[in-house]
């Protein structure tokens, strides 16, 4: 017989198994197996195949956006007489608007070489007359200062055919995959005559601008006269297990501006030295391009650790068996 101390060393070599009692209870084994059968239909049928358990993410996608807008228009009006607008006239930066000024009633009101953030130039520390009845700082300014008059019908009407070609590129690196919203195809006057529609034609990138404020819930006429702005949202959402063939874009439209309007200037120099200028206010219509994108495609980290919840799952069934066992 061998020593306590020797039998006490044996004993961490001992293997020991788990003894399975079989219980006759048809409530406790239905309740088992509509456990397992709902824990095996949320693993398999939605972490797995609806939400894609079983791929690696890459939702930091490398954007490029590129748009070009074309069209013409010819306009009679009395400042400008006949003339033909092109993408170069028409197609401005955005600046941000002013407000005009307000009223005085001394000289202390106009401290001298002050700006106000609703200004139109620098004060000269003089209150004068203004328009018969009523005083305002003297400025030291462009002249004349803006017209505070409202458009009352919109100039470029014809814009409503313009078309805006919209290039984006999405790169997502961790795949090292790259796609273009461009329809790849050997026919090179596809551009030339394709119009995005959204059942007809929803992978052509190029869009009729009516059809944008359209499809945004707006009015070209309205936005057309006091301008506005349209946003276009770009969606990818990749899956790169088929190859990236399905990899497409997804439009969607929205109006978030109804009034919108900028100014820019041009100057010269007349013949008695003089600098002068022209100053114009713009109404337009801004188009705003957001592009979100995802991509998935098969990793074995993430289909391990949506197998080993799953599995952490029947195991939490074993132990609501053994409580309804004390509960019958």
């Known amino acids: 017989m061998g020593s306590p101390g020797a039998l006490a060393g044996w004993g961490l070599l001992d293997y020991k198994t788990e003894k399975y009692v079989m219980t006759r209870n048809w409530r406790v084994g239905v309740l088992q197996r509509l456990l397992q059968l709902g824990v095996m239909v949320y693993v398999v049928g939605w972490a797995l195949l609806a939400k894609k358990g079983y791929q690696e993410r890459d939702l930091d996608p490398q954007i490029s956006v590129i748009t070009k807008l074309k069209g013409v228009s010819v306009t009679q009006i009395k400042e ?56 305002t700082c003297e400025i030291r300014g462009w002249c004349p200062v803006e017209s505070s008059t409202v458009p009352v019908k919109p100039l470029l009407v014809q814009a409503e055919n313009f078309t805006l070609f919209i290039k984006n590129t999405v790169t997502f690196s961790k795949f090292n995959f790259s796609k273009s919203n461009a329809l790849e195809t050997w026919d090179n006057t596809y551009f030339k005559h394709c119009r995005y529609d959204a059942f007809s034609s929803p992978f052509c990138p190029v869009f009729r601008i009516g059809d944008l404020v359209a499809a945004a819930g707006g009015a070209f006429e309205d936005l057309a006269l006091l301008g506005g702005a349209v946003g276009i949202r770009v969606l990818w959402d990749c899956n790169l297990d088929a190859g990236g063939s399905d990899c497409r874009p997804h439009y969607s439209f929205q109006l978030q501006e109804r009034s919108y309007n900028f100014r820019t200037a041009t100057h010269w120099w007349e013949a008695s030295g003089v600098e002068a200028r022209s100053l114009f ?16 495609k098969f990793g074995l980290i993430p289909t391990t650790i949506t197998l080993g919840t799953g599995a952490a799952w029947l195991g939490m069934v074993s132990l609501t068996n053994v409580g309804s066992l004390w509960l019958r």
């Open 80 to 135: 400008l007489g006949n003339r033909l607008w092109d993408v170069a006239d028409f197609v401005k930066p955005a600046q941000h608007p002013s407000i005009p000024l307000a009223n005085c009633w001394t000289h202390e009101d106009c401290p001298e070489g002050e700006t106000g953030t609703h200004s139109h130039g620098i004060k000269t520390g003089q209150c004068v007359v203004f328009n018969g009845t009523h005083r």
């Open 281 to 296: 206010k713009l109404y337009g219509i801004r188009f705003d391009i957001l592009v979100t994108g995802q991509a998935g």
